[in-house]
């Protein structure tokens, strides 16, 4: 029997590519088994429950093995239980199609290259992350999302704190959660006065 396996890396990212190639693919909805979490994390519950349900002879569909891993290690662990199970792995999109049903060194070896592309694109990224962290510090400016109250701002808003007022109707009156207000003081204050 093919199960299918969908796991988006973060909460914000669509499954409906997934879940449609492995559809197209002829496996029922009630056979698909899904997750929303990054690979970095080895609590998936749907990955895990499929692991569970799956028997010798069943085959486990994914759209690209990098699905089934955190990295190359685990890719390849994964790959390695399920074939003692007698449970076969096939990806739907990868440049080399996976399919260890098939016990050809040849399979072996698309997992491998498979599981080390991806292992190297992740270290890649990572790199590039860093990177741009670096180039946006170089210029002045601070790395990550735009910071939600101005220096000027800022300076009010203490000013209104050391007058009495409360943290809630200062955060009121800027618009945001006093959780914000307070972290934008304590990123403002100079190294020596936090």
């Given at each position: 029997?093919?199960?299918?396996?969908a796991?988006?890396?973060?909460?914000?990212?669509d499954?409906?590519r997934?879940?449609?190639?492995?559809?197209?693919?002829?496996?029922?909805?009630?056979?698909?088994?899904?997750?929303?979490?990054?690979?970095?994390?080895?609590?998936?519950?749907?990955?895990?429950?499929?692991?569970?349900?799956?028997?010798?002879?069943?085959?486990?569909?994914?759209?690209?093995?990098d699905?089934?891993?955190?990295?190359?290690?685990?890719?390849?662990?994964?790959?390695?239980?399920?074939?003692?199970?007698?449970?076969?792995?096939?990806?739907?999109?990868?440049?080399?199609?996976?399919?260890t049903?098939?016990d050809?060194?040849?399979?072996?070896?698309?997992?491998?290259?498979?599981?080390?592309?991806?292992?190297?694109?992740?270290?890649?990224?990572?790199?590039?992350?860093?990177?741009?962290?670096?180039?946006?510090?170089?210029?002045?400016?601070?790395?990550?999302?735009p910071?939600?109250?101005?220096?000027?701002?800022?300076?009010?808003?203490?000013?209104?704190?050391?007058?009495?007022?409360?943290?809630?109707?200062?955060?009121?009156?800027?618009?945001?959660?006093?959780?914000?207000?307070y972290?934008?003081?304590?990123?403002?204050?100079?190294?020596?006065?936090?």
């Open positions: 029997m093919e199960l299918g396996y796991r988006g890396s973060t909460t914000h990212q499954l409906e997934q879940l449609d190639a492995l559809g197209h693919h002829g496996i029922p909805d009630e056979r698909i088994y899904t997750d929303k979490k990054t690979g970095a994390t080895i609590d998936r519950p749907g990955f895990t429950e499929l692991r569970r349900y799956a028997r010798s002879g069943d085959t486990i569909i994914a759209t690209n093995l699905r089934l891993g955190r990295n190359l290690r685990e890719c390849l662990n994964v790959v390695h239980e399920l074939r003692e199970q007698g449970i076969g792995i096939k990806t739907l999109k990868d440049p080399i199609p996976i399919d049903t098939d050809s060194p040849m399979a072996e070896l698309a997992v491998a290259l498979l599981a080390l592309f991806a292992h190297m694109e992740r270290v890649f990224m990572r790199e590039r992350a860093a990177h741009a962290r670096e180039a946006t510090a170089a210029t002045g400016k601070l790395p990550g999302r910071r939600k109250l101005d220096p000027n701002q800022l300076a009010a808003a203490q000013a209104a704190l050391d007058t009495g007022q409360t943290a809630d109707q200062i955060a009121a009156a800027f618009g945001v959660s006093r959780a914000t207000l972290r934008n003081l304590t990123e403002n204050k100079p190294a020596d006065q936090q």
